[in-house]
Every structure is written in structure tokens, then in C-alpha cells.
């Protein structure tokens, strides 16, 4: 491909702060690919001077307020964008996504849809990790952790088995504050591999820091369940955390057994001015990425009106992508695992969803400084596209869903409705074979406690139940009548719950892992079936 020299004429003045460049080459801030050649195009970003703390100067919505400015020498209406992809992160960390997308031809434009801020715990946390601790911190380590430590408080009482890191911007405030705190010996759990990364560079030339664990999924719900303990010791945990970032990993772990304190260190809010024509531009790309959902409350809080924006939204991972569909986005993606690979590949199928939504079969022309290349608006990539895959990508358990649908030959012709009513005979498989291995239990263990027969046989009726709810399910599916499909299989997910609690409320029983294992594999079928029904709204939505 070639390019233009510095001293070509007449294409876009470019100005020093911002970087438009090829879709070809990785840009270091910002895509606005294929404006045209004939417009005269001046972009500017203003930073006011920050007055955070030394130690917080890497909370980057403190360092400025972004502001962007465009003006063209033709009319507004003869500049235009072949940008395909909206790229939202806080400015200067959307690179490694703009760089995978740029292997695909896409080009993007960069529209931080968020920036970072002070939380009201952010001045506690070099001394929660420090050494000296004042009267102030003593008390209010108190009341983060509901625990009454009395006048004995020292700062040894108040080290950690575990400090638990679920964002990089997490990891950014919390290695100012440690450095600030003398760089004490921490154990560090991570959420993902994304956020360990931030860790590196320090761990290469400090021993006091080791990130120990990072979990099987990059969900805080999984590393709640996962994070190791000793034995039956108590277990301390710090987790500096967003001010927005859901109860959920406290709660999982505080029901483990651990202690946490929670100390709210930063924040996210809006982004204070966005330019018209820049959201003009970011309303008419195909796809919006967004990494939290706080960048899908702030996309929300600026588009003119929801209903009448349609285009698709790729979620980094689960969390995102529920939350944008709670807030009432429907065309949304994401993948199974949180992580860049998944949440790339979820935006090359929602841009061919788009693609042949509106039957664009002409390559697109990409237009940089003056020159045009024709590329294939989707080139190859790793990601499927057959129905199954793509239906199950959008699903919470992917692999579970893959292997089944492609293990019942029917699934080949078979359109949502159909996958949706394979999926729900395997729940009926799965919960019939359950009730029949309760049963035995009832009639072939004569050495097992009454009691014990006693909660076998109420498990029992609850699985049957959980039979009948998916029956119900089926018959919905054949009528249409997805609502209560919905029900149905929500309700098919509840019931062992009720054989669990039998359990729990009988300590001396044991809740068998042969059980629990048939539990589990309800639950993930139930909420495969769930994925695929939320797909079958979307389209019926859109199409209807």
C-alpha cells in the first residue's frame, strides 16, 4: 500500500496532538479513517493542569477533561467517516484494540466515552498498606470491615492475606498508593490477564510483589469462588475497588469466609463535552465497543434517543454485555471469556451481522491522507460462522453450548427457535436422569439414614418439577410464546436450589459432589437456554 509524504497536497491538514494514519498502520490515539480529501480537518484536545496527589497521578480523568473541535473548509455534509468500529476506553488505552482491529482492515474511531476520578477512599490506602497507621485510618479500617478492633488496632492487624486487583485502572491507583507506602510485601489476585499485565514491569524489579492467582474465568463471581484460603483460618482481603464496581466479589467472598475491606479508590464519570460532529460520526459506525458498564450508562446518557440507534454494541465480556442488555440495548455481543481476543472476534461478527443486515456486498474504500485502497470490508478471521457458534458465543457458557447442539443431528437445519428447543431437551435429559439417580438412592442405600432418604426424596420432587417447568418450556417454544418460555426454564434453574437448601439446612448431611455436579450442568444448560431466548427477542424486535 502506499502513502502519502509529509508535503502532499491537497490532503487533510493534520495537527501535532492527533494521529490519522492508514487503517493499515497502528495508530498511537486516534482512527478517523476516510475523511474526505477535499476537507480541511483540525482536531484539539485541551487538558487542564491537574491537581490530584502525587500518588494518584495516574487516575487519568483527573489529568484532563478531554474537549474536541472539527472544522472543515467544505460544508460539514461532504466530510464524512468510513470509520467502522467506536472505539470507547479513556484516551491512551485504546491502542491495543485499535492495533488487532487494524490486522482486519477496520478502521476506528477513538470517542473515550469515560475518564477517571478521585474515589472517597483514595488518600486511606498508602496507609492501610504502610506502616503507621493514625487514629483516623484505625477507625475507619473499622468501618470498612463491620469489625470492632477495640483500641488494639496496629498496623499489623490490619496486613492482608490478599489484595484483590479486578481492573487495570485498579492496578494503576493501587501501585501509586504502594509505592507511596514504602512498597510493603502484598499477595496480589488478579482478575484477568489484562489487569495482571499492569503488574509486570514492577514485579521484574521487586520482589514485595507477587501476583498469585488469577481465576479459571476473568469474572469477579469466578474469583470469588476460586480464591485459595488456608484451611479453616481466617482469611483477610483488600480490595481497592471503583466506587461503581458491584457488591458481587465481596459478597462471594465474605460468604467463603474471608474478611474484606473494601476501600473505594477511584470512580468513573462521563466524559464533560463531546463535539456534535464527532457523535455524529460515532451514531453512524456499524458497532460501539465498550469495556464497562459505565461506558454503556455514559454512550446511553448522550445519543439522542435510544430507540431510534439500532447499531450493535460489543461488550469486552459478560459483565458489559448483560448490562447493556438490562439497559435496554438489544443488539449486543460479547464473549464468553472477558479478554481482547474475544472481544475483537465479537466485533468482527457483529460488523458481518451489520454487513448482511444491510447487503453491502461491495468492498469498502478506505481513504488516508488523499489515497484510496479497496479492501474486504470483513477479511478473514478465527471467528466461526456457522449458527451455532455465533448463536452460542452469545450465550454464558459457550463450549456447553457448542457441544451439545452439534451432538443432536437435527441442529444443522435448525433456525433459534429450533437450537433453543434442542438445548431445552437436554436440560429435560439432564433433569429426568437426575430425578432417576435420586430415586435409586431412596431404594438401594438401606444403610443411609432416615433423614438422609428424607431430603433424598424431597430433592427428588424438585427435579421432577424442574422436568414438568421444561415440558412447559417446549411447548411454549412450538407456540411462541417466548415470555413464558422465559419463565419456565428460570423456574427449571430454581428448583435444585430448593434440594440444595434440604442439605444445607441439615449440616450433618454432606451435599454429595455427584449432586452437585448434576446441579451445576442444569443451571448452565437453563442459562443457555436463556442466551439463545434473548437472541430470539432481538431478532423478532428488529425483524418485527
Not at 156 to 179: H, N, Q
Amino acid at each position: 500500500m502506499s502513502q502519502a509524504t509529509a508535503g502532499s497536497s491537497p490532503h487533510p491538514t493534520i495537527m501535532t496532538d492527533i494521529i490519522i494514519s492508514s487503517c493499515r498502520i497502528r495508530c498511537l490515539q486516534i482512527y478517523l479513517c476516510c475523511f474526505d480529501s477535499m476537507a480541511s480537518l483540525s482536531l484539539s484536545a485541551l487538558y487542564p493542569p491537574c491537581s490530584s496527589p502525587a500518588f494518584t497521578a495516574k487516575i487519568r480523568g483527573q489529568s484532563f477533561i478531554p474537549s474536541f473541535t472539527i472544522r472543515a473548509s467544505s460544508s460539514s455534509s461532504s466530510s464524512h467517516t468510513n470509520a467502522k468500529v467506536v472505539v470507547t476506553r479513556e484516551r491512551g488505552n485504546n491502542v491495543k484494540l485499535i492495533s488487532a482491529l487494524a490486522k482486519h482492515d477496520i478502521c476506528c474511531l477513538e470517542f473515550p466515552l469515560i475518564e477517571h476520578a478521585e474515589g472517597p477512599d483514595l488518600n486511606r490506602l498508602p496507609s492501610v498498606l504502610g506502616e503507621v497507621c493514625d487514629e483516623e485510618d484505625k477507625f475507619g479500617l473499622q468501618a470498612s470491615t463491620n469489625l470492632d478492633y477495640g483500641n488494639d488496632l496496629t498496623c499489623e492487624d490490619a496486613k492482608f492475606d490478599w489484595v484483590i486487583i479486578t481492573s487495570p485502572e485498579a492496578g494503576l491507583v493501587f501501585l501509586d498508593a504502594w509505592r507511596a507506602a514504602g512498597s510493603p510485601n502484598v499477595k496480589i489476585g488478579v482478575v484477568g490477564a489484562g489487569t495482571a499485565s499492569v503488574f509486570t514491569e514492577v514485579m521484574q524489579s521487586s520482589n514485595s510483589l507477587d501476583v498469585a492467582f488469577t481465576p479459571s474465568k476473568a469474572t469477579a463471581k469466578v474469583l470469588a469462588s476460586e480464591l485459595p484460603r488456608a484451611g479453616d483460618e481466617t482469611c483477610s482481603v483488600l480490595y481497592p475497588a471503583s466506587v461503581k464496581a458491584s457488591s458481587e466479589l465481596e459478597e462471594g467472598l465474605s460468604s467463603r469466609g474471608f474478611e474484606v475491606t473494601r476501600l473505594n479508590t477511584y470512580t468513573t464519570v462521563p466524559v464533560q463535552h463531546v463535539d456534535p460532529l464527532l457523535l455524529e460520526q460515532a451514531l453512524a459506525a456499524p458497532v460501539v465497543a465498550v469495556a464497562s458498564p459505565s461506558a454503556v450508562r455514559a454512550w446511553l446518557e448522550i445519543i439522542p434517543a435510544i430507540e431510534n440507534w439500532s447499531n450493535a454494541v460489543a461488550c469486552i465480556g459478560e459483565t458489559t454485555g448483560l448490562a447493556a442488555k438490562r439497559l435496554g440495548l438489544q443488539n449486543v455481543y460479547y464473549p464468553s471469556n472477558p479478554g481482547l481476543e474475544g472481544w475483537v472476534c465479537s466485533i468482527l461478527d457483529a460488523l458481518k451481522m451489520h454487513d448482511h443486515t444491510h447487503k453491502q456486498e461491495q468492498p469498502q474504500v478506505c481513504r488516508t491522507s488523499g489515497k484510496a485502497e479497496q479492501i474486504s470490508m470483513f477479511p478473514p478471521h478465527d471467528c466461526d460462522d456457522d449458527l451455532i457458534l455465533k448463536t452460542c458465543k452469545n450465550t454464558q457458557y459457550t463450549d456447553l453450548c457448542v457441544s451439545s447442539l452439534k451432538s443432536d443431528p437435527t441442529s444443522s437445519d435448525a433456525d433459534l427457535k429450533g437450537l433453543a428447543t434442542i438445548m431445552v431437551n437436554v436440560g429435560i435429559a439432564n433433569a429426568t436422569e437426575t430425578y432417576s439417580y435420586l430415586s435409586s438412592k431412596l431404594t438401594s442405600s438401606t444403610g443411609d439414614s432416615t433423614l438422609l432418604k428424607k431430603v433424598f426424596g424431597l430433592c427428588a420432587v424438585k427435579y421432577s418439577y424442574a422436568t414438568d417447568s421444561l415440558k412447559s418450556c417446549v411447548q411454549d417454544l412450538s407456540q411462541e410464546n417466548y415470555d413464558y418460555a422465559s419463565m419456565h426454564v428460570t423456574a427449571a434453574a430454581d428448583y435444585p436450589n430448593g434440594c440444595r437448601n434440604s442439605f444445607k439446612r441439615n449440616p450433618g448431611l454432606g451435599y454429595p459432589n455427584e449432586l452437585k455436579g448434576r446441579e451445576d450442568g442444569l443451571k448452565h444448560i437453563c442459562a443457555v437456554v436463556l442466551g439463545i431466548l434473548e437472541q430470539i427477542y432481538f431478532t423478532d424486535n428488529r425483524h418485527g
